[in-house]
């Protein structure tokens, strides 16, 4: 099943993508930093938000992780 219709996929990827964009700006901040509209500042909303909320997004990976390991 695609991850656009499966919830908890969705949800995985979503964290996944937040995840990734927070450790690239840490190791490249240029990278993400001068796109910061259009259609690739998506990426960079990302990392803000990984770096603003990383106790929130840690927390979420944790349970993402619990579920997909125990529940399923």
Same mark, same amino acid.
């Given at each position: 099943?695609? @991850?656009?219709?499966?919830?908890?996929?969705?949800? =995985?990827?979503? $964290?996944?993508?937040?995840?990734? !964009? /927070?450790?690239?700006?840490?190791? @490249?901040?240029?990278?993400?930093?001068?796109?910061? =509209?259009?259609? $690739?500042?998506?990426?960079?909303? !990302? /990392?803000?938000?990984?770096?603003?909320?990383?106790?929130?997004?840690?927390?979420?990976?944790?349970?993402?992780?619990?579920?997909?390991?125990?529940?399923?």
């Amino acid at each position: 099943m695609s @991850a656009i219709f499966n919830f908890q996929s969705l949800l =995985t990827v979503i $964290l996944l993508l937040i995840c990734t !964009c /927070a450790y690239l700006r840490a190791l @490249a901040p240029s990278l993400l930093d001068k796109n910061k =509209t259009g259609l $690739l500042g998506i990426f960079w909303k !990302c /990392a803000r938000i990984g770096e603003r909320k990383s106790p929130w997004v840690a927390c979420c990976c944790i349970i993402m992780a619990f579920s997909i390991l125990f529940v399923q």
